[in-house]
C-alpha cells in the first residue's frame, strides 16, 4: 500500500505517466475522495471545538446555547458517521492500488515492452523431433493427466514413479541450494492463511477471485510468499537482525480465474502446484541489492539443472500488483520452441510492509518499515516440465543431471 500523502500528491502524475498501470484502478478519483474525507473531517472538528466552547461556560445555558448544544449533537453524530464512511471508501480505494515501478523499469502496455537482460545456456539441438512433456509424460506411464481430472477435474495432475521421485529430487534440491549454499533460514509455514495474511501481502481484496476459499474462513495460499512474509507482521526488527532470508517449500493453490483457456494441456498451469519460495527482509537502503543476489540465487539452480534460460526485466504493465521491480526467470522448452516463466523475483519495497506493519528500528532509533522482496526458486512443476523436454532422448527416456543424481540414488537415466 502507498502513503496517503503520497498519494494525494502524486496522483495526477501517477495517471499521466502510467496510465497502463493506474486506469481502472479507483487512482482517478482518490484527489476526490480524499477532498471530500477531509472536509467530513475538518467539518467535524469544527463542531467538536464549538460544542466544547459552549459546555465550558460557568453558570446556567442559556435556551439558544442549549438549542445550538442539541442541534450541534445531531450534526456531530452525522459527520462522524460521514467521516467514517469516507474513510472507509479511501481506504478501499487506496488497497487496490498498485505499487509504483522504479525508474529503471521499462515502459509499456503488456508483456511486448518486457526487456531481456541475458541469456544463459544455448538450447539444445535435437537429432530427432523433442516431445512435448504431455506426450512423454503419459508414454512413460509417470505423468497421468486422466486420472487427475478423475479425482479432482481439470487442471490437476497425477505423478507417478519417476515423476513423483523427480519432483521430491527437484524440491529437495532447490532448498539445499538455498540453505547450505546461499544462507536461507528454511521455513516450514502453514498452507492455509486468514485474511489478514493475505491483505498483507496483497493478495487480498483485488486478487480474490485466483484464491481458494475454505468455509471457514481460511484460505489456501497461493504461494509461500505469504505465509512467509507474514512471518513478520505487526513487529518491530532490530537493524543488526536484518537481512532475513527464509526459504520455504509448500504446495501452492490458485484458481487461475484469469486464465482461462490459456495452457490447457501439460503442467504449466495447475490449479495445485508445488514450489519453492525465497523472501528476504532487508533494510530498505540494501533491497535492490537484495534484488540482484536474489536472481542470481534462483539462476544458479537452473545453471545446476543445465537448463537453457534468459533473465527479462517486466515492464510497467506486465510486473505484478505489489512490485517496484520485477526479474523473470524463463526456461527454454525445445517442443514449445520458447521461453516460459519458471520464477519470478521482485522488489515490492515498504508497500506490503505498511500493509504489514513490518518495521525496523533504524539508526536514530525510530521506527522505519522494512522492504520485502519474493521470489521463486523454483517453480517445481515447471522445472519439472523443463527436465523432461530438455533432457530427453529418442527413445522416450530422460536423462537426470547431474546435480540431481544423488537425489535418484545415483540414477542417470529416468525411464519410468
Not at 498483507?200 to 512467509?228: C, H, M, S, W
Not at 514450489?275 to 540494501?286: L, N
Not at 525445445?334 to 533504524?362: G, H, M, W, Y
Request: proline share 6%.
Amino acid at each position: 500500500m502507498l502513503p496517503r500523502d503520497f498519494l494525494r500528491e502524486n496522483a495526477p502524475r501517477l495517471l499521466s505517466e502510467y496510465p497502463e498501470r493506474y486506469a481502472d484502478t479507483g487512482l482517478e478519483d482518490y484527489v476526490r475522495l480524499d477532498r471530500g474525507r477531509r472536509d467530513a473531517v475538518t467539518a467535524l472538528e469544527e463542531r467538536r471545538r464549538r460544542r466544547n466552547a459552549l459546555t465550558a461556560v460557568k453558570g446556567k445555558p442559556s435556551p439558544e446555547a442549549l438549542e445550538e448544544s442539541k442541534a450541534l449533537k445531531e450534526e456531530i453524530r452525522a459527520l462522524e458517521a460521514a467521516a467514517e464512511e469516507a474513510d472507509r471508501l479511501l481506504a478501499a480505494v487506496e488497497a487496490g492500488i498498485p505499487n509504483v515501478p522504479d525508474p529503471s523499469v521499462p515502459h509499456g502496455r503488456d508483456e511486448t515492452a518486457n526487456r531481456v537482460e541475458r541469456t544463459w545456456g544455448a538450447p539444445r539441438e535435437f537429432g530427432f523431433a523433442p516431445q512435448a512433456h504431455w506426450d512423454l509424460g503419459p508414454a512413460l506411464g509417470i505423468l497421468d493427466f486422466e486420472r487427475g481430472a478423475k479425482i479432482a477435474g481439470a487442471r490437476f495432475t497425477v505423478l507417478r514413479g519417476a515423476a513423483a521421485r523427480l519432483s521430491r529430487a527437484l524440491i529437495q534440491r532447490c532448498l539445499d541450494v538455498h540453505v547450505e549454499e546461499q544462507g536461507y533460514t528454511e521455513i516450514l509455514p502453514p498452507f492455509l492463511a486468514n485474511a489478514d495474511s493475505l491483505f498483507g501481502t496483497g493478495q487480498l481484496p483485488k486478487f480474490g477471485a485466483d484464491l481458494f476459499q475454505t468455509t471457514n474462513g481460511y484460505y489456501l495460499i497461493p504461494t509461500a510468499e505469504v505465509p512467509v512474509t507474514n512471518l513478520h507482521r505487526d513487529e518491530v526488527l532490530a537493524d543488526a537482525d536484518m537481512p532475513r532470508l527464509y526459504t520455504a517449500y509448500t504446495p501452492c493453490f490458485r484458481s487461475e480465474a484469469g486464465a482461462a483457456g490459456r495452457d490447457t494441456r501439460g503442467m504449466i498451469r495447475q490449479h495445485q502446484f508445488d514450489k519453492v519460495e525465497m523472501v528476504q527482509i532487508t533494510h530498505p537502503d540494501k533491497s535492490y541489492e537484495a534484488l540482484e543476489a536474489m536472481t542470481g540465487h534462483a539462476e544458479a539452480v537452473l545453471q545446476a539443472l543445465e537448463l537453457p534460460y534468459r533473465v527479462v526485466l517486466l515492464s510497467t504493465g506486465d510486473m505484478g500488483f505489489g512490485s517496484t521491480k520485477t526479474y523473470d526467470l524463463e526456461v527454454w522448452l525445445p517442443a514449445q520452441d520458447t521461453f516460459r516463466e519458471i520464477s519470478s523475483v521482485s522488489n515490492c519495497e515498504a508497500f506490503q510492509a505498511r500493509r504489514l506493519q513490518a518495521r525496523f528500528k533504524n539508526a536514530q532509533g525510530k521506527n522505519e518499515l522494512v522492504h520485502t522482496l519474493n521470489g521463486s526458486g523454483l517453480a517445481v512443476g515447471r522445472t519439472l516440465v523443463a527436465v523432461l523436454e530438455n533432457h530427453q532422448n529418442v527413445d522416450g527416456s530422460i536423462n537426470v543431471p547431474a546435480a540431481l543424481r544423488p537425489y535418484l540414488g545415483g540414477s542417470e537415466v529416468l525411464r519410468g
